[in-house]
C-alpha cells in the first residue's frame, strides 16, 4: 500500500466500523433480492430467447464434419437450458458459477471451429445469460465478505473484553497485594518494637542462655558417637547388629529411650574391631557413669528449656510476638498467593486478529482505529 492509497483511506473506531457493517450487510441483502427478482422476471425471455437461438442455428447447412459439432453444440447447450434454474439456495449460486464455467469450455472449441455469425451469437448469449446470473451473485459474495468482517470483529471484542476483565482483576490483586505489604510493614514494626523492650531482651537472653545448655549437652553425645561411628558401622554391618547401627545413625534419638544402655554390653567386640587410639579413648566412655552424666545433663537442659518456654507462654509480651509472628506468616502466605495468582495471568493479545481484520477492510479503503 503506497502513500497516496493511504491518504484515501478512512479510520474508523470498532463501534463505527459495527454500525458500517450493518449498513452494508442490509445494502447487500437489498441489492441480492433486488437482483433475484430481475433474473426471476428475465429468464423464462432468456429461455426463449436461448431456444430460439438454438432452433435457428439447428437449420444452417454446414459440411458433415461441422454438422457433427453442431449437433454437439446444440445438444450440449438444450441440456443445460432445460436444467437451469435460479438456486433455491444462496450457496448454489457458486455452484451454478462453476457449471457456467464449465458449459464455456466445452462450448468454446466448438463455437471457434464452426465459426459461424450464428456461432457468435450464441456466445453473444450466454454471456448475457450469466450476466443475469452474476449479478445477484455478486451481491452474495458483498454480504459474505461484509458477514466475514462482523465475525472478526465479533471476536476482537470478545478478545477486548476479556482483556479488560484480566487488566480489572490483575489490578485488583496487585491492590491487594500492596495492601498486605502495607500491613506487614506495620505488624513487622510493630515486633521490631517489642523485641526493643528491656523486657523482651531478658527472655531472649535467658532462651538463649537455655538453648546453649541443651546445645552443648547434645554436643557431646553427638561427638562421642561421630568418633564411634566408622567402628559401630563396621561392627553392624559384619554382625547385623541392630543396636550398633542405631547408635551409628540417631545416637541422640536412641540414647534418650535405651534405658538399659544397651551399646555398653558390646564394648569390647567393638574394641578389637578397631586399633585406632582415638576410638579406643572414647570406647572408654562406654560405661553407666559416663553415659549416664551425659543423658542427665542432656534431659536436664532440654527440661529447663521446656519449663522456660511453658512459663514465657503466659507471659503477655510473648503472647503478643507469637501472635504477631503468626500474623506475619499469614500475610506472607497470602502475599505469595497473590503473586503465584498474577503470575500465571496471561493477557489474550489482539494483533494478530487486528491484522486479520485490517487486511479485510483494505478493499474498502477503512483503517481501523
Known amino acids: ?36 427478482a430481475k433474473l426471476d422476471g428475465q429468464l423464462p425471455l432468456f429461455r426463449n430467447k436461448g431456444n430460439e437461438l438454438i432452433q435457428n442455428f439447428s437449420l444452417i447447412q454446414f459440411s458433415q464434419e461441422k454438422t457433427i459439432l453442431k449437433e454437439e453444440l446444440t445438444q450440449t447447450l438444450q ?56 449479478a445477484p451473485y455478486t451481491a ?17 471484542s470478545a478478545l477486548k473484553e476479556e482483556r479488560t476483565i484480566i487488566e480489572k482483576h490483575k489490578l485488583s490483586l496487585i491492590d491487594k497485594k500492596e495492601k498486605l505489604l502495607l500491613e506487614q510493614r506495620n505488624i513487622t514494626a510493630e515486633k521490631e518494637k517489642i523485641t526493643t523492650t528491656q523486657e523482651f531482651i531478658e527472655i531472649k537472653q535467658q532462651i538463649m542462655l ?20 566408622p567402628v559401630l558401622v563396621s561392627y553392624s554391618q559384619k554382625t547385623g547388629n541392630e543396636i550398633c547401627e542405631s547408635y551409628a545413625n540417631n545416637p541422640l534419638e536412641i540414647i534418650i529411650r535405651d534405658y538399659s544402655l544397651s551399646i555398653i554390653k558390646f564394648y569390647s567386640d567393638l574394641y578389637k574391631e578397631t586399633m585406632s587410639e582415638q576410638i579406643h579413648q572414647a570406647l572408654a566412655k562406654l560405661n553407666k557413669n559416663d553415659l549416664g552424666k551425659m543423658i542427665h545433663d542432656f534431659a536436664g537442659a532440654k527440661k529447663k528449656e521446656a519449663d522456660l518456654h511453658n512459663s514465657l507462654a503466659h507471659r503477655e509480651i510473648m503472647k503478643k510476638y507469637d501472635e504477631i509472628l503468626i500474623k506475619i506468616k499469614e500475610l506472607r502466605d497470602q502475599t505469595k498467593e497473590i503473586e503465584e495468582e498474577i503470575s500465571i495471568l496471561k493477557l489474550p493479545q489482539t494483533q494478530e486478529i487486528q491484522e486479520q481484520l485490517q487486511k479485510k477492510l483494505e478493499p474498502h479503503k477503512i483503517k481501523l482505529s
Do not use: C, V
Open 210 to 229: 537455655r538453648a546453649k545448655e541443651r546445645e552443648n549437652a547434645e554436643l557431646e553425645i553427638k561427638n562421642l558417637f561421630n568418633t564411634l561411628k
Open 1 to 36: 500500500m503506497n502513500w497516496l492509497s493511504k491518504l484515501l483511506f478512512t479510520t474508523q473506531t470498532t463501534e463505527q466500523l459495527t454500525e458500517w457493517t450493518n449498513n452494508q450487510l442490509q445494502e447487500h441483502n437489498g441489492t441480492y433480492n433486488q437482483e433475484l
Open 79 to 134: 441440456n443445460f437450458l432445460s436444467q437451469l434454474e435460479i438456486p433455491s439456495h444462496e450457496r448454489d449460486f457458486s455452484q451454478l458459477h462453476i457449471k457456467f464455467k464449465e458449459l464455456a469450455e466445452k462450448l468454446l472449441p466448438l463455437i471457434q471451429t464452426i465459426n459461424s455469425s450464428e456461432t457468435n451469437q450464441i456466445k453473444t448469449y450466454l454471456r448475457e445469460l450469466e450476466q443475469q446470473f452474476i
Open 140 to 156: 452474495l459474495k458483498k454480504r459474505d465478505d461484509i458477514i466475514q468482517i462482523q465475525n472478526i470483529l465479533t471476536q476482537l
